[in-house]
């Protein structure tokens, strides 16, 4: 069974930083591309960054570019996301989603992991 | 970006009736490559997003078959044949195009 884990969400205030994690299990980690999308409350999805197979090429959305670091760790089969100088606007559920690069979709998804920025 | 623009955005329906989402992009969807990477992504309340329709019109594992898609170029719609209950949830198309990556903003169906 495929299974997407986040963990290190919660509260910061404006300008902290937090590190998000995905643990992967239940299929090849290392030959996936990973995402990471969120969702503001009662809104939709947003694409925030991805990651090849192997960790060597990067994307990120211009509203996170230049603050967000999106990494992984094949040998322990583990998605990162490092944000830092976080804004209000932020404040999001950020969702890991494994992604098959031959046939162009987002086919599992994690539970979420909510972070919530405000002073 | 490529904008996605969903319609309806919210969708009331009656028990075994059926639904349909409209889905448009503000180009055409078609890579380089001849694919169409436009899915559709369903959201049940307090649930993460589930693939349902790839590549227009290809059911994902364990999609029950009154789920469907086409179109092609810039206008896209998922049909679903008979609503049941357990269909309610937020409906998203999301192209794969090009960078970016972008969603619709999402169609709410409930019950009628």
């Known amino acids: 069974e495929v299974q997407l884990v986040e963990s290190g969400g919660g509260l910061v205030q404006p300008g902290g930083s937090l590190r998000l994690s995905c643990a992967a299990s239940?299929?090849?980690?290392?030959?996936?591309?990973m995402h990471w999308v969120r969702q503001a409350p009662g809104k939709g999805l947003v694409w925030v960054s991805r990651i090849n197979s192997d960790g060597s090429d990067t994307s990120y959305a211009d509203p996170v570019k230049g603050r967000f670091t999106i990494s992984r760790d094949n040998a322990k089969n583990t998605l990162y996301l490092q944000m830092n100088s976080l804004r209000a606007e932020d404040t999001a559920v950020y969702y890991c989603?494994?992604?098959?690069?031959?046939?162009?979709?987002?086919?599992?998804w994690g539970q979420g992991s909510l972070v919530t920025v405000s002073s | 970006d490529i904008v996605m623009t969903q319609t309806p955005l919210s969708s009331p329906v009656t028990l075994g009736q059926p639904a349909s989402i409209s889905c448009r992009s503000s180009?055409?969807?078609?890579?380089?490559?001849?694919?169409?990477?436009l899915s559709w992504l369903q959201q049940r309340p307090g649930q993460p997003p589930r693939l349902l329709i790839y590549k227009i019109s290809n059911r994902f594992s364990g999609v029950p078959d009154r789920f469907s898609g086409s179109g092609a170029g810039t206008d896209f719609t998922l049909k679903i044949s008979r609503v049941e209950a357990e269909d309610v949830g937020v409906y998203y198309c999301?192209?794969?195009?090009?960078?970016?990556?972008?969603f619709g903003q999402g169609t709410k169906l409930e019950i009628k």
């Open positions: 180009q055409s969807l078609v890579h380089s490559d001849g694919n169409t990477y």
């Open positions: 989603a494994s992604y098959d690069s031959s046939e162009g979709y987002f086919d599992y």
């Open positions: 999301v192209q794969a195009t090009q960078f970016p990556y972008t």
């Open positions: 239940g299929f090849t980690f290392s030959r996936y591309w």
